[in-house]
Structures are given as structure tokens and as C-alpha cells.
């Protein structure tokens, strides 16, 4: 053993290695599975592999982990040598917290450091490995380029990339803020990776050139709830009993706060029979989505003040009452804890809560405690637009939301709405998600339609169809490029085949639409005709208001190139529906093309009040 210093033996220049492995272990080790995270990094570094410049999106359902993946992008970024990773998020302090905190947990090596950490000039960016968290803010976005320069490979990890960063300016000739500063970070030779449950905006608006064809699905681990569970397709037949959590639907008109009393009250139940049955005593919270005016934050913050102090006082003129209404909610709900028990604990432990507001305004951010990880047994969180996107809440037993929407829904906005989605498994079936009835059946179809675009994408087809209607838009219109998007194309196609004469066969036998459907379903199997898309024409036709017409095979239309007709592909569409045709409240129609090759394709239309929109960069 040497007893003299030797520099050389601490200069080999040496960093970190097999970071992903170990991202991966540490996912493992606490029980939770990694073959989504696996595929979705394994697309990524696919995409950026060679030289030229890649601008692609990651897509995956609602809180179904998609942090954990970005960690283990990253780590894997970092074996692969790239040294200045950024990371983008919402101008949200608390989203930010939320995700460097995880990143700093994660162990990987740099640390995440917010962007005014590396801007002091004692900081030489051009040497070293960072990975740098920053707002998708003006200002934060110059300084940060003030500081970098023109840095070279940067890789821009853009999470929620649909908000803010695409351009609304895209049809004046023009650029938005954000998106020219984000454009600026990437450079000639950086990469850009949006990640989001929403892409339809990143691609009707041609954000950053993304390549819909290099797009990589993030598939939702084991243990997720989402929108199969909260808005299953079958709704009408299953009704609300047969649904795997609690829903509570309101009036459309529910000014009157006895509605948001009532469901706090079902939250505290629902909260006290969960820590009286199991073994571990948790902490729970009530998210309440009325509005996105600041006052009337201020105007739920006092009631629900005022419903704990009556339940605090018991010398109070309403105390009974209230513990009355308490006592017959817990009567009504469960058999397996009495009433009485249950009852005993919410008034027990009534002191523990915590009420929370999540707005804009200084004097109200992170007032009472943590939001995202309940501080207190009954946590009550309240805010609008800002609760809307990327935060995840912990231990989220009970959403309240009677957000009224005067015009159309924006899909993408709403779709990110779903805080309910997540890890919510162990304790679904105590879950709550009280909301006034129409906008339950918007926000279904929302997500109806939603499904129907990511079938599209899993085809492997490139550019997914938009679906929108009367009510639902599929994306703000001013964020779509109109040099590029059709919104007539009105169908949708999946993944090609080998054409064999038995589906003409079934096309024009006497067997129900819904026997039709099934059959030739199963015979193209699900990447030439879509499980989902299978159900929702099943569910359509089965409420028999509407009809379906199955048209025999046709050839290609003698004015196609050699390659559309080997892609059986044409940028007119393919579909052309007769006055006819739409017999009997026909709305459904199916037909399959065919090439010269044998291959084929089936194309799907969907006649009603709805919208099918296309890039067709």
C-alpha cells in the first residue's frame, strides 16, 4: 500500500456508470415492475440514435408514472454519454418541488438542479454532466440561455409538453415566447422529447417538426387505474353500481354548498372505514376543482373552515346536525364497522386536518401543509387550473368537481383534469368522484374519443386522428397548423393485412351488425382492427339508436402513386358515404381497401356530429 499521494490515481476522468440498471433495481426493490419504463426508454434511445437532429413525444395515460420513466431516461441519457440534460415543467413551484424532489431521491448522479443553481458564474456549464430542472417560463428560459449559449447535444425533456410549448402563433407567421426560447435551447443539433397523456396538440401543430412515426407509448404499469376504470365504455349497461369506485352525480345547477358539505363528509367516512378496517393508519385528501377564479378558492377555503369548526364545537347550534349527517352516511355506505365507530373516529380525530389552497396568489401557495402528500388525515385541497395538470396527489381518496363549462370542453385540457387516475388500487373501491351529470357524460366521451386517437397511433399508421363534436374540441384551434391538417378527412384506418375473399363473404351475409363487426374483427385480429374500436361500435349499435353498413372490398382509385397504393394510403381519404347509405340512423360505416399485392387495410367512418382530424405533414 502506497503511502505517498499520487493525483493520477483520482483524475481518470471516470463517471458514473450503469445508472439505468440501477434505476431500474431501485424501481424493483421496492416491488414495483419496469417493463413499461423498459420499453418506452428502449423507443427513446432508438429514436435517438445516428446523427441528425430527432423531435419526437412519449405518450402515456394520466399519472401512470411517467416521473419514474423520465428518471430512468435520464440515467440511461447519461450512460450514453450526453452531459446537459433539461428538464421542462409547468410555471408551478410545486411541480417543481414535486419533481426535483423525486429526482434527488432517485440517487442518480448529477443531482437535478433547478436552473438558478447553475446560472451563478462560479458554475462552468461547459465541463461536467447537469441535469437542470426549469419552468417553462420567459424569464427563466432567457437566463437559462444566457447561460448556455449554444450548447451543443442538449437533450430537452419536455414534461407536459402540450401546455405552453407548442405555437399558438403557428398561422401568423410568427412564434410564441416559449416556444421560440425552447427552440433556441435545442439548437441545430439538441433533441427534443415531449412527454405527455395529450399529444393531439403536439402534432396538429407541428411542435418542434416532432415526427409522429418516432412516437414511443409508455404503457401504464400493472397497478393503474384510469379511464377504463373511471369512464368505462359500457357505462349505460353496467350503471353505477357496477362501477369499481363510488360516483356521485349532482345536478347540473349545484350552487349550493350543502352538495360540497355532503361530499366532505362522505370523504371522511370513506376515510375513517379505510384506517378502522386496515392495519396501517393513512393520511387521505379530498381535491376540490370548483372554479378557476382565485375568490371563489377564498369563498370553498371559509365553508369548509366553517364545517370544521361546527364539528369541533359541539356547543355549536348545527354541531348535531351535522354529526347526524355523518352518522347516516356511514349507516348507508357500510355493514362490516358500525356507524357508531365510525362516527367516534371522524369526531376523534377531527383536529387532524389540513386545508389547502393551491392558486397564484403568494398569501395562499402551499397554505396548510403538502399538497401532493397528504400532511394531515383529512387534507383537503382546493384550486382550479393549476391541480389541472401534472401534479400527483398522493393518497387522492375523493375528488369534488363542478367545474361548469360554458362552451366546448377542450379535450386535451380535460383529459388531463382526470387527478383521480393513478395508483389508486388498493383503495378504489372507497374512491369518490362526485360531479353534476352532464359533465360526466362530456368528460366520458372525451375520453371515448381518446381512445379512439391512441388506436390510431398503436397502428404504427404515423399521424394519429383528432376526434371532436359540438361539444368537445380536440385542441385549442388556434394551436393547429392549418398548412398541414385537414379537418374533413372523416375516417380512420389501422394496420395492414393480407386480403382473403371470406371478409367480403361476411360483408354481405345476413349476420347482425354486431355479429359482422365481431367476425371480422376477430379474423384481422387487434392492429387491423382495434379491441377499443371493436367495443365502442358494439356499445354504439347495442343501445339500438344507431346503425352500421359493412360495404364490400374495392381496389385503388386508378389516380394513386405506386407508393399510396403499396401503403394503401391517399391523402383524399378513401371513404365516401351516400345520402343512401345513412338508412336506418347509419352512422357507423366499414369498409377495407385493397392493392394489387393482396394487402389491405380497413377503413372505419363514424358519421354522426363528429369531427375526424389528421395531420397530413
Avoid at 356 to 379: C, D, M, R
Wanted: aromatic fraction near 10%; charged fraction near 25%; include cysteine.
Amino acid at each position: 500500500m502506497s503511502d505517498t499521494f499520487d493525483i493520477s490515481k483520482f483524475t481518470s476522468g471516470d463517471q458514473p456508470s450503469n445508472q439505468y440498471q440501477r434505476q431500474l433495481q431501485r424501481l424493483r426493490d421496492v416491488g414495483n415492475s419496469t417493463e413499461c419504463i423498459e420499453l418506452a426508454v428502449q423507443g427513446a434511445l432508438k429514436n435517438l440514435s445516428g446523427a441528425t437532429q430527432k423531435s419526437f413525444v412519449i405518450y402515456g395515460e394520466p399519472q401512470s408514472g411517467k416521473t419514474e420513466m423520465m428518471i430512468c431516461l435520464t440515467a440511461k441519457l447519461l450512460d450514453e454519454g450526453y452531459r446537459f440534460i433539461v428538464h421542462l415543467l409547468n410555471d408551478s413551484v410545486d411541480l417543481l418541488g414535486q419533481n426535483l424532489g423525486r429526482f434527488h431521491s432517485s440517487g442518480l448522479a448529477p443531482s437535478a438542479q433547478n436552473f438558478m443553481e447553475i446560472v451563478d458564474p462560479a458554475i462552468d456549464v461547459k465541463a461536467g454532466t447537469f441535469i437542470v430542472f426549469c419552468k417553462k417560463n420567459g424569464n427563466n428560459l432567457r437566463d437559462l440561455i444566457n447561460k448556455i449559449g449554444n450548447m451543443p447535444r442538449v437533450v430537452v425533456i419536455d414534461d407536459e409538453a402540450d401546455y405552453a410549448t407548442p405555437n399558438s402563433l403557428i398561422n401568423k407567421n410568427d412564434k410564441t415566447p416559449i416556444n421560440e426560447l425552447i427552440g433556441r435551447i435545442i439548437g441545430d443539433t439538441g433533441h427534443y422529447i415531449g412527454v405527455t397523456a395529450t399529444p393531439a396538440r403536439l402534432n396538429l401543430n407541428n411542435t418542434f417538426n416532432n415526427d409522429s412515426k418516432l412516437w414511443v407509448k409508455f404503457p401504464p404499469h400493472r397497478m393503474y387505474t384510469g379511464q377504463d376504470d373511471f369512464f368505462p365504455i359500457n357505462i349505460d349497461e353496467i350503471g353505477i353500481a357496477g362501477l369499481k369506485y363510488k360516483l356521485c352525480l349532482m345536478p347540473d345547477k349545484n350552487d349550493d354548498f350543502r352538495h360540497e358539505r355532503a361530499a366532505l363528509f362522505r370523504f371522511m367516512v370513506n376515510a375513517a372505514h379505510l384506517n378502522l378496517t386496515n392495519t396501517d393508519e393513512n393520511n387521505y385528501s379530498l381535491l376540490i376543482h370548483t372554479s378557476g377564479k382565485k375568490i371563489d378558492h377564498k369563498a370553498d377555503l371559509e365553508n369548509i373552515r366553517k364545517v370544521f369548526s361546527v364539528l369541533s364545537d359541539q356547543k355549536n347550534t348545527k354541531f348535531e346536525k351535522y354529526l347526524r349527517e355523518i352518522w347516516t352516511i356511514a349507516k348507508s355506505n357500510y355493514v362490516d364497522v358500525s356507524a357508531d365507530d365510525i362516527t367516534r373516529y371522524v369526531l376523534a380525530n377531527i383536529s387532524k386536518r389540513a386545508i389547502i389552497v393551491l392558486n397564484s396568489e403568494a398569501s395562499f401557495k402551499n397554505f396548510g401543509g403538502n399538497a401532493t402528500n397528504p400532511s394531515a388525515l383529512f387534507t383537503i385541497v382546493i384550486g382550479g387550473n393549476i391541480v389541472s395538470r401534472g401534479v400527483t396527489f398522493n393518497n387522492l381518496l375523493s375528488m369534488f368537481f363542478t367545474r361548469d363549462v360554458k362552451n366546448k370542453l377542450q379535450q386535451d385540457t380535460y383529459i388531463q383534469r382526470a387527478r383521480m387516475f393513478g395508483s389508486r388500487g388498493a383503495y378504489l373501491a372507497h374512491f369518490e368522484l362526485t360531479i353534476p351529470i352532464a359533465l360526466y357524460a362530456d368528460w366520458h366521451r372525451c375520453f371515448v374519443y381518446h381512445r379512439l386517437a391512441l388506436a390510431s397511433i398503436d397502428s404504427g399508421l404515423g399521424s394519429p386522428v383528432w376526434i371532436a363534436d359540438k361539444r368537445i374540441a380536440a385542441v385549442a384551434s388556434g394551436s393547429v397548423d392549418n398548412s398541414t391538417v385537414d379537418l374533413d378527412r372523416g375516417e380512420m384506418s389501422f394496420a395492414i393485412f393480407d386480403f382473403t375473399a371470406d371478409l367480403d363473404n361476411i360483408a354481405g351475409s345476413a349476420l347482425s351488425p354486431a355479429d359482422k363487426v365481431n367476425q371480422i374483427a376477430d379474423k384481422l385480429g387487434d392492429a387491423a382492427f382495434p379491441r377499443y374500436l371493436r367495443e365502442f361500435i358494439l356499445h354504439s349499435l347495442s343501445r339500438g339508436k344507431t346503425g352500421l353498413k359493412v360495404f364490400q372490398s374495392a381496389g385503388m382509385f386508378p389516380s394513386m402513386t405506386e407508393q399510396e397504393k403499396s401503403d394503401i394510403q391517399r391523402r383524399q381519404g378513401f371513404l365516401t358515404i351516400r345520402q343512401a347509405d345513412r338508412a336506418g340512423n347509419t352512422v357507423h360505416f366499414l369498409r377495407i381497401f385493397k392493392n394489387e399485392a393482396g394487402k389491405a387495410r380497413l377503413f372505419y367512418k363514424f358519421d354522426g356530429s363528429v369531427q375526424f382530424i389528421k395531420n397530413l405533414k
